[in-house]
């Protein structure tokens, strides 16, 4: 199981905190990039945020690529990019 959290305007823009994602259902080889692929076909209404190519990804904590591979237990979370002034 992954844990796939989401934060800032993306979490408010898909009206959901966290979910979980059995690994099974993820294409093989699990990556970033199959876990999004998945959650665009699982819940289609996301497709839009979801595609966004500024939407950033971190598992366990740590910013990665769409390649990075997943594993059962991984904690993954998308964000939109970080601003400040």
């Known amino acids: 199981m992954i844990r796939v959290l989401f934060f800032g305007q993306l979490k408010e823009q898909l009206d959901c905190a966290a979910l979980d994602v059995d690994t099974q259902s993820i294409a093989t080889p699990s990556t970033l990039g199959a876990l999004l692929q998945y959650l665009q076909n699982a819940y289609p209404q996301w497709c839009d945020q979801l595609q966004d190519k500024s939407l950033l990804g971190?598992?366990?904590?740590?910013l990665?690529?769409?390649e990075h591979r997943l594993l059962d237990g991984d904690e993954v979370a998308f964000f939109p990019p970080v601003t400040g002034g």
């Open 58 to 62: 971190a598992i366990n904590q740590t």
């Open 64 to 66: 990665v690529s769409s």
